[in-house]
């Protein structure tokens, strides 16, 4: 079992930046590929960002690429995102995951082939 928190949302002004961290429980953090997803009001769920087990492998949504970057620390069983040159469009409850698979093909993509979720933190960014 494993338990995720994200933390480090809020309001911010369009071109700002956040922080956004996900706290895991348990020992096997490191066992465990991590997302970020995220979800607007009337939206389906979308991807984000996803981080391979190592942290070796990162992957991005074509919206967000060369804006934001996902990066983990296995030692505080933690992985965060950065995310930079914020936009009206990114305001969305962002979800991190946590899927216990290797970080081939594209299921990371894929909110159903994740095990576990945080319980999601607000982003909203004024125009």
């Known amino acids: 079992q494993v338990q995720l928190v994200e933390s480090g949302g809020g309001l911010v002004q369009a071109g700002g930046s956040l922080r956004l961290s996900c706290a895991a429980s348990?020992?096997?953090?490191?066992?465990?590929?991590m997302g970020w997803f995220r979800q607007a009001p009337g939206k389906e769920r979308e991807f984000v960002s996803a981080?391979?087990?190592?942290?070796?492998?990162?992957a991005y949504a074509d919206s967000v690429k060369a804006r934001f970057t996902i990066s983990r620390d296995n030692a505080k069983n933690t992985v965060y995102l950065q995310m930079n040159s914020l936009k009206p469009d990114d305001t969305a409850v962002y979800y991190c995951?946590?899927?216990?698979?290797?970080?081939?093909?594209?299921?990371?993509?894929?909110?159903?082939?994740?095990?576990?979720w945080g319980q999601g933190t607000q982003v909203t960014v004024s125009s």
């Open positions: 995951a946590a899927g216990q698979r290797s970080f081939v093909g594209s299921w990371y993509k894929t909110p159903p082939e994740y095990d576990y």
């Open positions: 348990g020992r096997a953090f490191s066992t465990y590929a």
């Open positions: 981080i391979s087990r190592s942290g070796a492998i990162t």
